[in-house]
Antibody, heavy 116, light 107 residues
C-alpha cells in the first residue's frame, strides 16, 4: 500500500527557514516524479514544486522560486522541501503527492505557520 | 498560466440528486484534467484523470466528460459521503493549476 507521511511543519517567524520531509512507503520514490502542493487556510490548492523521476530536473512556482528547494534522499525513500526566507503568505498545509501530472496519492499534510 | 474557472462555487443538493460541476480552462488542455474530492480537514483524493478515466476504487456514480476547454464532473446519485469540496486540475502545461473549488453541501 502506498503511503506518504509528511513531517517538519510548525511555527516560524517571517524570514525564517523550515524543512519539510515526506516519507514514502509501498513504492520506490526514485522511480516516480514527486510534487509538493499547498493549501492556505480556507483557500484552494496551489502547486508548489515538482521533481522529475530521476531527480535531475526540478520545477517551482514563481511564488517560491529562489526560496524553496525540492530534493530527495533515495537511501531513505524520502522527499524534502527546504523553505527559506519564509513569508506570511507561505502559511499553509503542505502536501506531498506522488507523480507530477495528476496526483494519485497524497500525504496527510503538514501545517506551516509563518508569523511573528 | 492556464486559468481554471469552476462553477458553481457552492452547491446545495439532497441525497439521491444528480449534480454537475463544470470547469473551464483559459486555453485548450487536451483532456489533461483531473478531478479531486476533499473532505474537511483531509487530503484531496483523486477521482478521475484524463478527463473521464475513473481512478481505481472510486464509485461509478462519478463520471467525467468534456474536451478542449470545457469539462464536467457528474455525480449521478449523491450519497451522504459525497458532500465535500471538489477541485479540477489541469496538467497540460506548467505551471499546473487548480480550479478554485466547488463546495457541495447538504440541502
Amino acid at each position: 500500500e502506498v503511503q506518504l507521511l509528511e513531517s517538519g511543519g510548525g511555527l516560524v517567524q517571517p524570514g525564517g527557514s523550515l524543512r519539510l520531509s515526506c516519507a514514502a512507503s509501498g513504492f520506490t520514490l526514485s522511480n516516480f516524479p514527486m510534487t509538493w502542493v499547498r493549501q492556505a487556510p480556507g483557500r484552494g490548492l496551489e502547486w508548489v514544486s515538482s521533481i522529475s523521476g530521476r531527480g535531475r530536473t526540478t520545477f517551482y512556482a514563481d511564488s517560491v522560486k529562489g526560496r524553496f528547494t525540492i530534493s530527495r534522499d533515495t537511501s531513505k525513500n524520502t522527499l524534502s522541501l527546504q523553505m527559506n526566507s519564509l513569508r506570511a503568505e507561505d502559511t499553509a498545509v503542505y502536501y506531498c503527492a506522488k507523480s507530477d501530472s495528476f496526483y494519485d496519492h497524497w500525504g496527510q499534510g503538514a501545517l506551516v505557520t509563518v508569523s511573528s | 498560466d492556464i486559468q481554471m474557472i469552476q462553477s458553481p462555487a457552492s452547491l446545495s443538493a439532497s441525497v439521491g440528486d444528480r449534480v454537475t460541476i463544470t470547469c473551464r480552462a483559459s486555453q485548450g488542455i487536451r483532456n489533461s484534467l483531473a478531478w479531486y474530492q476533499q473532505q474537511t480537514g483531509k487530503a484531496p483524493k483523486l477521482l478521475l484523470y484524463e478527463a473521464s478515466r475513473l481512478e481505481s476504487g472510486v464509485p461509478s456514480r462519478f463520471s467525467g466528460s468534456g474536451s478542449g476547454t470545457d469539462y464536467i464532473l457528474t455525480i449521478s446519485s449523491l450519497q451522504p459521503e459525497d458532500f465535500a469540496t471538489y477541485y479540477c486540475h489541469q496538467y497540460s502545461r506548467t505551471p499546473y493549476t487548480f480550479g478554485q473549488g466547488t463546495r457541495l453541501e447538504i440541502k
